[in-house]
């Protein structure tokens, strides 16, 4: 069987196109009168669908227009070269553009005629008219063009991420007629500055919604100029704003801590290690250690800070490289620092959703958003672990050094939870899922947490479980659909506490004084946390993956563009 040609009636061209995939017919008679009648042919609208066999009412149209198509490129080409012939002129007799910085700011120059810059983002012919929907980076504005403007040749052959000059009249849409801004643009001038390329290496050639996600990673500096990429980095940028807004409210200081240490925080496993001049360093894992030792002189203080974990996970909530949103509190209980954590994430979102701008992009991206109900639901750890088994959901059973143990058929082996497990992400995730609100998890038994984190007393859980001997003032707040967002604990206090830590994890204390000093010197009751500001901009936006929340996102072998 031969092989079929193909038809994009969007990206193709019947003056360029081949009929293959990369370089399409843009008409279905098109490529019957090329390839005969008889061809096998394959047609879709745009690059969002795919390809498709055409109707036989398609076919039997397209048959009899077949004979038409030579005429018509005829005429297109001396269209093209008579174009070539057409100058536009700005015309002096008109009044004076107002040259516009920012889409963003012409609502109130409606009526007047105005000069903006942008790319062109949209483009579609109809009859003698082009219809441009620009975009700069800080809204959209449809233009129309007609007369001379839609009949030069650079008018003719615009394509899609071209950059642009355009003037005319900011006039209100027409009654019945919707446009970005309520209004449009009348152009009576206007030229390219950068024309993107047509053909084979045309913008929605390179990149589509149906592109692989390889694709789409190595081409993430396109996937930006999308509207939903866009939106999400935007939404991102409201959100630090707003948490910003939230801590000076309640005069948190922010500090910058570096990113290039000689101590570890979340174990040695995850460091990326590199040579500092000659001496062995690190990528931090989190800020904590260098925020506390803020507490005595700053007070409270939280830093947005990049963070480093070099964990072999491709899972959709991970990220090599991420911003850690990390806060310390002095002279506060365990209960305190969860209210905190609370007031913070509700009220950073009570915020977006008081600002216009910010609860569109909100209602754009995540249309069935509601702020979450307060108070949190706070659950033991020992809770936890019993929830799981009464629901049946159980894990797979692993050895001492984390191999997954198989039965006979070499299946893994599947076994309910029990005190000591570190609950696995699936199985958090679908527990918070059922449950449907956010949920404090507390209270992890102490070998499953940082060597930092303050140990309270035995005690029974609320479900009446046994005890665990030696659990700790620790929390994760998970999310319906994402699961853990923020972590957090009380630290430890005392100073030989601390030094018993240090032993029992195999850690060299040298490297810590400073961090032992703050017990040294004036000691007192803290906690904090680190938020994952990508895993929070997931839930916020209902992203699947924390990949689209980051501006070029890092995961192991991924480190370009």
Not at 16 to 23: D, K, L, N, W
Not at 279 to 306: H, I, M, N, R, W
Request: net charge negative; aromatic share 8%.
């Amino acid at each position: 069987m031969a092989p079929p040609f193909y038809v994009d009636e969007t990206a193709g061209s019947d003056l360029t196109g081949v009929g293959s995939q990369e370089a399409p017919y843009q008409s279905l008679a098109y490529a019957l009168f090329v390839q005969g009648h008889s061809a096998t042919v394959l047609i879709r609208k745009d690059s969002s669908i795919d390809y498709e066999e055409p109707t036989q009412s398609a076919i039997k149209k397209a048959k009899k227009g077949a004979d038409g198509p030579r005429e018509e490129r005829e005429k297109r080409e001396r269209l093209l070269e008579e174009s070539k012939k057409i100058e536009l002129v700005e015309d002096a007799s008109l009044s004076a553009a107002i040259q516009v910085l920012k889409i963003l700011n012409l609502k109130p120059l409606r009526g007047k005629r105005v000069r903006v810059f942008g790319w062109v983002h949209r483009l579609r012919s109809q009859k003698d008219i082009i219809f441009i929907v620009l975009r700069d980076g800080t809204g959209y504005l449809q233009a129309v063009l007609s007369g001379v403007p839609a009949q030069i040749y650079a008018a003719l052959t615009l394509t899609l991420e071209s950059s642009v000059e355009l003037v005319g009249i900011l006039q209100p849409t027409p009654e019945g007629k919707t446009a970005p801004g309520d209004h449009e643009l009348v152009v009576d001038f206007w030229r390219i500055i950068g024309a993107a390329p047509g053909g084979d290496d045309a913008f929605t050639n390179r990149l589509n919604e149906k592109s692989d996600p390889s694709i789409l990673a190595d081409l993430r500096h396109l996937v930006l100029r999308g509207e939903n990429a866009s939106s999400v980095l935007r939404l991102r940028a409201a959100m630090l704003s707003a948490v910003r807004a939230v801590y000076a409210e309640r005069h948190l200081l922010e500090v910058t801590p570096p990113c290039l240490v000689q101590t570890q925080v979340e174990g040695g496993a995850t460091l990326f290690k590199l040579e500092y001049y000659g001496q062995p360093a690190f990528l931090t894992q989190s800020s904590q250690l260098y925020l506390e030792t803020c507490l005595p002189s700053l007070g409270d203080v939280f830093c947005v800070q990049e963070s480093f974990r070099a964990e072999n996970s491709h899972t959709r909530r991970h990220l090599s490289e991420y911003t850690h949103l990390e806060a310390e509190l002095a002279f506060i209980t365990f209960e305190d620092l969860m209210d905190h954590i609370e007031m913070i994430v509700c009220e950073t979102v009570d915020k977006l959703l008081q600002n216009e701008s910010t609860a569109a992009l909100i209602k754009q991206l995540n249309p069935s958003f509601t702020p979450p109900a307060r108070p949190f639901m706070r659950m033991a750890y020992v809770d936890a672990i019993a929830w799981l088994n009464d629901h049946g959901i159980t894990h797979e059973a692993e050895d001492a050094d984390g191999n997954v143990i198989t039965d006979a058929d070499g299946k893994p082996k599947v076994v309910p939870h029990a005190i000591g497990d570190d609950i696995a992400e699936a199985a958090e995730r679908k527990m918070t899922d059922i449950i449907g609100t956010p949920i404090f998890l507390r209270s992890f038994p102490a070998e499953l947490k940082a060597f930092y984190m303050k140990k309270h007393a035995p005690g029974s859980s609320s479900a009446g479980a046994a005890p665990h001997p030696v659990l700790t003032e620790s929390c994760d707040l998970l999310m319906p659909g994402v699961g853990e967002i923020v972590g957090g604990s009380m630290r430890i206090s005392d100073i030989d506490e601390l030094l018993a830590a240090y032993k029992r994890e195999g850690i060299d204390p040298a490297p810590y004084y400073w961090f032992t000093d703050q017990r040294k010197y004036g000691t007192c009751e803290h906690g904090g946390y680190g938020l994952g500001v990508e895993r929070f901009l997931a839930w916020l936006a209902n992203r699947y993956t924390v990949r689209e929340c980051s501006l070029y996102p890092r995961w192991p072998g991924r480190a370009t563009p």
